[in-house]
Structures are given as C-alpha cells and as structure tokens.
C-alpha cells in the first residue's frame, strides 16, 4: 500500500496570511503514461463529508477559490492558500489514487492564529 | 445536481449486521466506480471497499475482507454495503463516494455505524 504523510500535523496561521501543507507519499503516483499526478487534496469541516479542492496535484475543481492551489510531482506534494480566510478553518487530507487501495493522510488541521 | 445519500446505519451489537445503501441521483450510476471510505469518531479517512462500474469486479481493505460484501443496482441507482460480524471498531461514519473521470472523489453525507453491546 502507498502511505501518504502529511505535515504539519496542525497548523495555526493568521487570517490573510499564507497556509501551506505538505504530502509525501511512499512510492511515485506519477502515470508515466500520460505525465499525470494521482494525488488529491480534500477539506473537511465538522460534520460534513469531504470536499475536493485538487486534482492531478494540481487542478482546482470548479468553485473552489483561487487562494487553494497544488503542486509537486512524484512524490511530495503541497497545498497552499494564500491568504486565509475564516471559512478555511478545516481538516485537510490528501489522497492517492495511482493504486488501490486509495490511501489517505493523516490530515492537518489548519486554525486560526 | 450530483447527490448520494447513505442510510442503513444505526446502534448494533458485536457480531451483529447491517446493510447500507448509497442512493445516487443527478448522473448514472452505471459508468462510474464506487468506493465505500469510512472515519472513525475523530480519526481520519479509511478506504473500505471498492465495485467496478457493472459490478463485476470487487476489492476490500484487509481489515474488512470476508466481513463486508459490496454490491449495486445499476437499475435502482443504488449502491449497497453488507456488514456481517461487525466488530467495535468497525465504528465510524461510512461514506459512499463516486469516482470521477480524473479519478476525483465526490462524497455522500455519510452514515453513522456504531458497534456496541
């Protein structure tokens, strides 16, 4: 199975300022067939299901703000929001999907500073 | 507008069953793969199980193999989890989820399951 860690575990960051979570993941989820990165990152809230912010590492699903973007390749992979707002205040885990079974992070838990 | 809607959960005791089902509405639930992922009370995502888009192909977490079975209803728009001797810490919140064409996620609410004597 592919492990995915993430880091930090928590993270406190003032509002307006900028967020960035880290993913790495134990083998490559590259498709060297089509140069695409398996790799998702979702937001989850209390007592709401996740929701996908990023795909193929890097691709933000549609209505999501442009403060989220992703990058990386292979490897290691990093979610940022530019400049916090209230409403980012969440869990969020990344997920791999070049191998069954998906594996997701830990999570980190971004609060406000 | 895409929804999956997850019920069948409740309280049951160990070694108990239960059965839930995923209703899927606003696409068709033929042409897609669909995943059960399940989040123990504070814990994070766990994927359980698997079905291909015609259901003839199936996989499961170890800690589930031979416990759970994964079915659906093309038909019925349904998505199904059989779970059989359920133990305490098949506790969680069980999501279905439907897999994308860039291989995306796209999540019910969730049911509670809760194994407890």
């Known amino acids: 199975d592919i492990v995915m860690t993430q880091s930090p575990d928590s993270l406190a960051v003032s509002l307006g300022e900028r967020a960035t979570i880290n993913c790495k993941s134990s083998q490559s989820v590259l498709y060297r067939s089509n140069n695409v990165n398996q790799l998702a990152w979702y937001q989850q809230k209390p007592g709401q299901p996740p929701k996908l912010l990023i795909y193929?590492?890097?691709t933000r699903e549609s209505g999501v703000p442009d403060r989220f973007s992703g990058s990386g390749s292979g490897t290691d992979f990093t979610l940022t929001i530019s400049s916090l707002q209230a409403e980012d205040v969440a869990i969020y885990y990344c997920q791999q999907y070049y191998s069954i079974p998906i594996t997701f992070g830990q999570g980190t838990r971004l609060e406000i500073k | 507008e895409v929804q999956l809607v997850e019920s069948g959960g409740g309280l049951v005791q160990p070694g108990g069953s239960l059965r839930l089902s995923c209703a899927a509405s606003g696409f068709t639930l033929s042409r897609h793969w669909m995943y059960w992922v399940r989040q123990a009370p504070g814990k994070g995502l766990v994927w359980v199980s698997r079905?291909?888009?015609?259901?003839?192909?199936?996989s499961y977490a170890d800690s589930v193999k031979g416990r759970f079975t994964i079915s659906r209803d093309n038909a019925k728009n349904t998505l199904y989890l059989q779970m059989n001797s359920l133990r305490a810490e098949d506790t969680a919140v069980y999501y279905c989820a439907r897999v994308g064409g860039f291989g995306e996620l796209c999540w019910g609410q969730g049911t509670l399951v809760t194994v407890s004597s």
């Open positions: 079905i291909n888009s015609d259901g003839s192909s199936t």
């Open positions: 193929w590492a890097s």
